[in-house]
């Protein structure tokens, strides 16, 4: 996501309670307004805030003008998180209909999050494939899933949220 305005950003910020250790994963390939916003954002609550990407040049851009530590991934691997840490919040920028595996890749989506934890897909318009997203998210154990269609001029935002009590460990 290329741009998004502060007024958008502090929607979507605020389904974040202000508890203590919220950790953050943010997963995109492209722009940075809201890495540098998350980043701020987590810095002034000491949340912690784990950017990554699958596009080592994006990740290099990101370290060099100095927005966030990101940390350079690819969407085969076994895990995406470091250190079997799992987040509270995460999101992502990139399409997972569009990897070869989107099923492997909602199970490693899964595996990283916590328990209840809210997952915020950020799909442009003009590849707008909710229809086809939300029931492969259901077959995932990802529940009240929402589409926000007014929160980023551009984008349609899908929110989901971890089914606690249930587990994928068949990786």
Same mark, same amino acid.
Request: no cysteine; glycine share 4%.
């Given at each position: ?7 958008? =950003? ?14 953050? =994963? ?94 915020? =897909? =950020? ?49």
């Amino acid at each position: 996501m290329q741009h998004i305005s502060e007024e958008a =950003f502090g929607k979507l910020v605020s389904i974040i309670p202000p508890y203590p250790g919220v950790a953050i =994963f943010h997963m995109t390939d492209e722009g940075e307004d809201l890495p540098r916003m998350l980043e701020s954002y987590a810095k002034e609550r000491d949340y912690i805030y784990h950017l990554v990407s699958a596009n080592g040049e994006y990740v290099e851009e990101i370290q060099r003008k100095g927005i966030a530590k990101a940390r350079k991934i690819t969407y085969e691997q076994q895990r995406y998180n470091q250190h079997a840490r799992l987040y509270d919040y995460i999101y992502i920028e990139i399409d997972p209909l569009a990897l070869e595996k989107p099923e492997l890749f909602l199970k490693k989506i899964y595996a990283i999050s916590k328990n209840a934890s809210k997952i915020l =897909f =950020f799909i442009p318009e003009e590849r707008d494939n909710v229809a086809e997203l939300e029931p492969l998210l259901e077959k995932m154990n990802f529940v009240a899933i929402n589409p926000i269609d007014d929160l980023v001029e551009g984008v349609v935002v899908l929110s989901a949220q971890k089914m606690h009590g249930w587990g994928i460990y068949d990786m």
